[in-house]
């Protein structure tokens, strides 16, 4: 069974520090995608991950994909209020179907 | 277009009835993709166009689910005898190709109410 596996599901961290949101997922595939996804609204792209070893990074974001351990990091460096959302990561499997993770729900303290 | 635009933005109906969703892609992008979100949770894939043609309808839950994209550009989802468990948001997206390659679009959804 295909499964996309985030966490945490929630995080709450205070604006200035560091985190890093976690995806695994369960069977081989070298495309990752990265989506926010605002309250009431749709997603939003944030990185396309297409090989083993990709760093893509933009503003306070960066996002990373091993292949071999089946998992991709979303770092947030010194977080502000308006990363607040929920993020998630997606991995396409086969032909054309992305498979998404739960979601993590984040909240930026100030 | 400049992005997916999907219509109705929200749409109420009664438990038994038809409704129809309409996705508008990026203009050139050949492939388009239907997904359902439920409250709390990721997408779902339902069915996959490249051009004309439904590649891959393997996420339609059930024989109510049907979708077209008759000339190859916009598509529309029709639910027949909607059910309460119908209730979702059904996201399209387009890539410019199949593959992933570019990455894929979403619109902003059509919020499907059954009551």
């Known amino acids: 069974e295909l499964k996309v596996e985030q966490n945490p599901l929630f995080l709450s961290m205070q604006e200035g520090k560091n985190y890093t949101i976690y995806c695994n997922y369960s069977?081989?595939?070298?495309?990752l995608y990265w989506y926010r996804q605002d309250p009431g609204k749709s997603l939003e792209s944030l990185f396309v991950l297409l090989s083993n070893g990709a760093v893509k990074q933009e503003g306070r974001l960066m996002a990373s994909l091993d292949t071999k351990a089946r998992l991709s990091t979303l770092h947030i460096t010194a977080a502000v209020h308006d990363l607040s959302a929920t993020y998630f990561c997606?991995?396409?499997?086969?032909?054309?179907?992305?498979?998404f993770g739960t979601g993590t729900r984040l909240t930026i303290i100030p | 277009g400049a992005g997916v635009s999907q219509t109705p933005s929200n749409k109420v109906t009664e438990k038994g009835k038809y409704v129809e969703l309409r996705c508008d892609p990026i203009?050139?992008?050949?492939?388009l993709y239907w997904y359902r979100q439920s409250l709390g949770q990721g997408p779902e894939f339902l069915i996959y166009f490249q051009g004309t043609g439904a590649a891959d309808d393997s996420g339609l839950p059930n024989d109510r689910f049907f979708a077209v994209r008759p000339e190859g550009s916009v598509s529309t989802l029709k639910i027949q005898r909607t059910e309460r468990g119908d209730s979702a948001v059904y996201l399209c997206a387009s890539s410019l190709t199949g593959q992933g390659i570019y990455g894929y679009t979403f619109g902003s959804g059509t919020r499907l109410t059954v009551v």
């Open positions: 997606a991995v396409l499997f086969g032909n054309e179907k992305l498979t």
């Open positions: 069977t081989t595939s070298d495309r």
């Open positions: 203009s050139g992008h050949t492939a």
